[in-house]
C-alpha cells in the first residue's frame, strides 16, 4: 500500500517537473514574441504616419504640419539626403521602412520611447522633421 502511494507520488512530481521544464521556456517566448510584434506594429503606424506626412509636404499639399505618433523602443530615424529611414532594432532583429522624396530631408529624430508630436515644415526646398514630447 505505502509503495503505490510512493509510485503516484513519483509520477505526479515527474509530471509536474517535466511541465514546468518544458512549459516556462515556452510561456517565456510566446511573451518575448508578443512583445516583439506590439513593437513591431507600433513602428510600422509610426513609420506611416510620419512618411505619409513628410509625402504631403514634398508634394505641395501644406507647407507645414504636425502628428502625433508612439514612437516605441528600438526606433531609430535617419535622413540621407531625399531618403528617410525608420529602423526598429530589437533583439537583433531590424525591420526598416525607407523612402525617398522629391526634396531633401533634415531630420532631429526622438532617442527614446514615447509620444511626441513630430512637426514638418518645409523651408528653402528642404523638409525639415523635428519632435517635441507631448
Do not use: C
Amino acid at each position: 500500500m505505502v509503495s503505490r502511494s510512493l509510485e503516484k507520488m513519483m509520477l505526479i512530481a515527474v509530471g509536474l517537473s517535466t511541465a514546468v521544464i518544458i512549459g516556462v521556456p515556452v510561456l517565456l517566448y510566446a511573451i518575448n514574441t508578443m512583445s516583439y510584434t506590439t513593437h513591431l506594429q507600433d513602428a510600422q503606424m509610426a513609420a506611416e504616419d510620419i512618411f505619409e506626412a513628410a509625402n504631403r509636404i514634398d508634394s505641395g499639399e501644406l507647407m507645414n504640419l504636425t502628428i502625433q505618433v508612439h514612437i516605441p523602443t528600438g526606433v531609430s530615424m535617419s535622413a540621407n539626403g531625399s531618403l528617410l529611414t525608420i529602423i526598429l532594432l530589437i533583439d537583433s532583429q531590424q525591420t526598416k521602412w525607407s523612402e525617398t522624396f522629391d526634396h531633401q530631408v533634415y531630420i532631429i529624430p526622438p532617442t527614446a520611447e514615447g509620444h511626441y508630436n513630430i512637426m514638418f515644415t518645409i523651408v528653402s526646398n528642404v523638409i525639415y522633421i523635428t519632435h517635441s514630447l507631448v
